[in-house]
């Protein structure tokens, strides 16, 4: 099959052509940027077609740009993509925020990493140094297919295991469930609370604990405190433990803050990033 890689020698551009070349597509690379395609060609020692010749015949067209260019690039090439072909995202904003062009005849299918977990097996050095994925450690991945025939799952599927390579499990969804988990469970809780938690950390170091003391103390406790929060292990917090959560939880947190979750403030958030 044949597949179109747009902004090639971007950050996911370049990653994806290198997990790329390991797969039975036949890629067509494009970049506009004199700096990106040097990048890839240093990267992968492939060269950039034009956009005309990279989408002529393609069954795959990947959307390796950011989100804030998804509506532009897409709006471009609509026209030039064959009858039947896919377009896959690599993120749900664009799509969930309606950013792709109406065309009935095309698939739209979004891939996204998990990137690897906290708790692993990683054997070797290159896997537990891997933390964003698509190099040495497994992971898993989420897909949506927000239009197209049922059958064109397994395309789509099969083009996210080959860029987020390694693959541990891959996870069907739909985009309003991908924009659930991001931006909503990754960033606007997950991270906003670990930026939270790198605060008190710091504060506690103001406050005269040593740095290298706090540092292993707290990411310590984030180690066997979401071992048993998360079911890793079989384990129990100790009563004074509990009873910290218990008035901590509405010191730290707002009694509404699940409201994050409502689709008007999902599309909201994913508003401020497109």
Known sequence: MKLALMGAGGKMGVRSATNLL????????VEISEAGRA??????GVDCVPVDDALNGADVVLLA??????RAVAAAIIDKVPSGAMVICLDAAGPFAGHLPERADVTYFVSHPCHPPIYNNEMTEA????YFGGIAAQQGIVNALMQGPDEHYAIGEKVGRAIYAPVAR?????VEQMALLEPGLSETVCASLLDVMREAMDEVVARGVPQEAARDFLLGHMNILGAVIFKEIDGVFSDACNKAITFGKPALMRDDWKRVFEPDEIAASIQRIT
């Not at 990048?39 to 992968?44: D, G, N, P, S, Y």
């Open 39 to 44: 990048r890839l060609k240093a990267a992968v």
């Open 127 to 130: 896997g537990r140094k891997d």
């Open 170 to 174: 891959s996870h069907r969804v739909t």
């Open 22 to 29: 390991e797969s039975d597509f036949e890629v067509a690379h």
């Open 65 to 70: 740009v950011p989100d804030t260019a998804i």
